[in-house]
């Protein structure tokens, strides 16, 4: 009797709860766009978050620097035990006279030190820290740009493979149909059993294909959930059939990218950054030549008294407060390969970033072209689908009329199906390359 009271009740609860699962699987299944995938890696991605903790290092490591600045502040105490106090008036081998001290002793005291000047090696420390922090923020920002486009790459990948599906799927549809068309027509004796041989080998092939789609689907939906930093299998879905919109890409000005480049582009900002790294570090090795200047006081308070004549079993206290000034001679001829060394890395960073100007606008010109490329095999593989689709329109009619071979239509049914792979291919090539083209010149 319980268990018939019971069904009615879980009945309740699965239409209660029915609405929120259907929104939680919904939810799962919404499709992305690129801009909402880009907005997650850049929250999620695992080398992002690196990136970014190095850069919050970086800028403790100027806390750290400027911390230096401050003055050296010390206490210190102790406690000891004295031995006789023998002093030999008449040489040590003679009898010494025994003054009388404590057998034990302590000691309290203070000591400040505040560096004056030291070439400005502390202040130029600060410098370099805070000329490091700028280049891993550069770094941040080329690694959020690698990432974009490693997205997009995969994205435009799924969305490639997605319609390979679609068009296998829907062609082996269409087999399946003519499949049986011309079995039938076998059977009435008007075709040969190998057409229907052919026809099962082609429907074969397509399968074996689709399979093959199927498991690259699978593998850049994991590779997409890694750099968004998700689980691997948690679901991903896009919309694929919209279409890819190129009006967007033109022809752009190579020079004008170039232009933007040298204003915009993380990588040679990091070059630049390391030349004044390697200048700042010149200064500081020569800084190495020049004399410290510190203020200093120290006061302590003894017991006992044994450091000065007459000695006393009592308290005492002495400071001294005054300006040290220090030279290293040796620095002299010790530094000067350390000052070579320095000059030499500061004349590499500068021919590294000529390096880097020529290598980014090489990498500019090889984009535009493979931009214009791309655009051009668009148009290329729209005429070929045009052309394709009525070469078979053709053959199929001429061929249900007995004028023409199964063969015939089979090898321009491929090459309608290759002419509709070229033309998503050379779609999804177009925006990966106008991609590519931001990510170097800095403004994705």
Avoid at 64 to 70: G, I, P
Avoid at 153 to 171: G, N, R, T
Wanted: proline share 2%; charged share 25%; aromatic share 10%.
């Amino acid at each position: 009797m319980k268990r018939y009271k019971i069904v009615p009740l879980l009945g309740i609860l699965l239409l209660l709860f029915a609405p929120f699962i259907y929104a939680q699987h919904i939810k799962n299944d919404h499709p992305l766009s690129l801009e909402e995938m880009w907005k997650v890696a850049e929250k999620n991605n695992r080398q992002l978050k690196l990136s970014d903790l190095y850069l919050q290092q970086s800028k403790i490591e100027i806390l750290e620097a400027k911390d230096r600045l401050l003055p050296e502040l010390s206490i210190g105490g102790d406690l000891k035990l004295n031995s006789k106090f023998l002093i030999y008036d008449n040489g040590i081998f003679s009898s010494p006279q025994d003054v009388p001290v404590k057998g034990y002793g302590y000691g309290l005291g203070y000591n400040v030190n505040f560096n004056l000047y030291n070439g400005g090696k502390d202040k130029r420390n600060i410098e370099l820290e805070k000329e490091e922090e700028t280049r891993k923020q550069y770094e941040l920002d080329l690694q959020k740009h690698s990432v974009k486009y490693n997205v997009a790459v995969a994205y435009f990948d799924l969305y490639k493979f997605l319609h390979f599906y679609d068009f296998l799927d829907a062609e082996i549809e269409a087999e399946k149909k003519q499949l049986r068309l011309i079995e039938s027509l076998h059977k009435n004796g008007t075709v040969l059993k190998s057409d229907v041989l052919r026809t099962s080998v082609k429907l074969s092939q397509l399968e074996l294909n689709l399979s093959d789609v199927t498991k690259k689907i699978e593998i850049v939906k994991q590779r997409l959930n890694i750099l968004m930093g998700r689980e691997n299998d948690t679901e991903l879905a896009i919309q694929h059939e919209d279409l890819i919109e190129l009006n967007a890409i033109t022809y752009g000005d190579y020079n004008n990218y170039v232009n933007i480049a040298f204003n915009k582009s993380p990588e040679y900002k990091i070059a630049g950054s390391d030349i004044k790294w390697s200048e700042l570090n010149v200064k500081q090795v020569k800084a190495t030549l020049l004399p410290k200047v510190s203020l200093y006081s120290n006061y302590n308070y003894n017991y006992p008294q044994i450091s000065f004549y007459p000695y006393s079993n009592n308290l005492w206290g002495f400071g001294q407060t005054g300006i040290k000034i220090q030279y290293s001679i040796d620095n002299l001829y010790k530094s000067k390969n350390t000052i070579a060394r320095a000059q030499v890395v500061s004349t590499q960073a500068k021919e590294k970033a000529e390096m880097k100007k020529e290598e980014i606008s090489l990498q500019i010109k090889e984009a535009c072209l493979q931009e214009q490329q791309a655009l051009e095999a668009v148009e290329t593989a729209v005429k070929n689908i045009a052309k394709a689709t009525e070469t078979v329109r053709v053959i199929r009619s001429s061929y249900l009329n007995q004028e023409s071979l199964l063969i015939d239509l089979l090898e321009a049914e491929n090459a309608l199906l290759e002419a509709k792979f070229n033309l998503t291919t050379a779609q999804t090539y177009a925006k990966v390359s106008h991609i590519r083209l931001l990510a170097i010149v800095g403004i994705l």
